[in-house]
T-cell receptor, first 116, second 111 residues
C-alpha cells in the first residue's frame, strides 16, 4: 500500500515553456501533499505544502507565480513550472500523507526536469 | 539554523562493518521518520518513531528515539552493498505539521 506515482519521470523543455508534473496517490487519500526540489547529493528542499481544496502554502523564497500548485482532489496534485529557465532544472519530488499517520510521507519516484 | 543536524554527512565502509547515523535537534518532535533514497528515485519510508526511548528493528537496522524525543539514531549491523543510499531523518513538531528533513547521510558500502 501507500503508493504514489509521479508523471512524467523525465522532461526536457525549452526555456520559456511551461511544464506540468502530476502526483497521484494510488491507494489512499492524501489529505496533504508536498512538493520538494532536490539538488545533486543534497537533501530535500520543501517548496510548498498543499491540502485538498485549498491554496498551497509556499516556503519562503519560493515564487508562487512561477511554481503553480493545484490539489484538486484527495488523490491528485499538480506542479506547473511556468516560463521555465535553465536554473529551474532539478529533480522534483512529490510526497503524500494521510491525516492521522504521524506525518509519514510517501514519495513519488521524482521528475527530472532539464530546461535547455 | 538547521533544525535537524544529521551526522556523518558521508560514510564509506566495507561490507560487513557496522555503522551508526545520528539525527540531533534542540526541538522536541511528536514523531520522527527515517527514509532511504537511492539515486534517481524518491525516498522510501523505513520507520516512524513516536515514543521517547522507543527502539524499533527492521532486519539489520535498529532505530532509536531519544528519551526526550529530540534525537534519533540508526544503526546498521553487517552492512551490505544494498544498504548504499542517502539516509534522511525527518521530524515533525506536531502531528498535523510539516516535517523538517536533515541534510542526509550518504552511505556507500563497498563489496
Amino acid at each position: 500500500g501507500a503508493v504514489v506515482s509521479q508523471h512524467p519521470s523525465r522532461v526536457i523543455c525549452k526555456s520559456g515553456t511551461s511544464v506540468k508534473i502530476e502526483c497521484r496517490s494510488l491507494d489512499f487519500q492524501a489529505t496533504t501533499m508536498f512538493w520538494y526540489r532536490q539538488f545533486p547529493k543534497q537533501s530535500l528542499m520543501l517548496m510548498a505544502t498543499s491540502n485538498e481544496g485549498s491554496k498551497a502554502t509556499y516556503e519562503q523564497g519560493v515564487e508562487k507565480d512561477k511554481f503553480l500548485i493545484n490539489h484538486a482532489s484527495l488523490t491528485l496534485s499538480t506542479l506547473t513550472v511556468t516560463s521555465a529557465h535553465p536554473e529551474d532544472s532539478s529533480f522534483y519530488i512529490c510526497s503524500a500523507s494521510e491525516r492521522g499517520f504521524y506525518n509519514e510521507q510517501f514519495f513519488g519516484p521524482g521528475t527530472r526536469l532539464t530546461v535547455l | 539554523t538547521q533544525l535537524l543536524e544529521q551526522s556523518p554527512q558521508f560514510l564509506s565502509i566495507q561490507e560487513g562493518e557496522n555503522l551508526t547515523v545520528y539525527c540531533n535537534s534542540s526541538s522536541v518532535f511528536s514523531s520522527l521518520q527515517w527514509y532511504r533514497q537511492e539515486p534517481g528515485e524518491g525516498p522510501v519510508l523505513l520507520v516512524t518513531v513516536v515514543t521517547g526511548g522507543e527502539v524499533k528493528k527492521l532486519k539489520r537496522l535498529t532505530f532509536q528515539f531519544g528519551d526526550a524525543r529530540k534525537d534519533s539514531s540508526l544503526h546498521i549491523t553487517a552492512a551490505q552493498p544494498g544498504d548504499t543510499g542517502l539516509y534522511l531523518c525527518a521530524g515533525a513538531l506536531t502531528n498535523a505539521g510539516k516535517s523538517t528533513f536533515g541534510d542526509g547521510t550518504t552511505l556507500t558500502v563497498k563489496p
